[in-house]
């Protein structure tokens, strides 16, 4: 099992950065997948990002894609998520989670969850 403790979410207008971050605990981190997921209220968890183990590629939902970027630290155990030109839409609780397997944008794919942090992008 795979501790993972999120950190970094805010209050920020539209067009603001955030950097979110991951710490991983309990497992050899470079053999994890890890993944970004939002939820905003009343919707379905969803998909932003994704770091393939052993360095297979990143991948990202269209509709952050070029805003933002998800980067891995396997020294640290950690993974972030830099958001840049935020919008109101962007307005959810993101979370991080981690696989050992390959990438998946499913979110039922995924076994281990952080708690989540709160963006919140204002108009």
């Known amino acids: 099992q795979v501790q993972l403790v999120e950190s970094g979410g805010g209050s920020v207008q ?3 950065s955030l950097r979110l971050s991951c710490a991983a605990s309990g497992r050899i ?5 890890m993944a970004w997921f939002r939820q905003a209220p009343g919707k379905e968890r969803e998909f932003v ?8 590629g990143t991948y990202y939902a269209d509709s952050v894609k070029g ?3 998800l980067s891995r630290d396997n020294a640290k155990n950690a ?3 830099q958001m840049t030109t935020l919008k109101p839409e962007d307005t959810a609780v993101y979370y991080c989670a981690a696989r050992a397997s390959a990438v998946s944008r499913t ?3 995924y076994a281990d969850w ?6 919140t992008v204002s108009s």
């Not at 981190?29 to 997948?33: A, H, I, N």
């Open 14 to 16: 539209a067009g603001g």
């Open 29 to 33: 981190f470079s053999s994890l997948t």
């Open 79 to 81: 993974v972030y998520l």
């Open 49 to 56: 990002a994704a770091s393939n183990r052993y360095g297979g």
């Open 107 to 109: 979110q039922y794919d």
């Open 114 to 119: 952080g708690q989540g942090t709160q963006v």
């Open 67 to 69: 805003r933002f970027t």
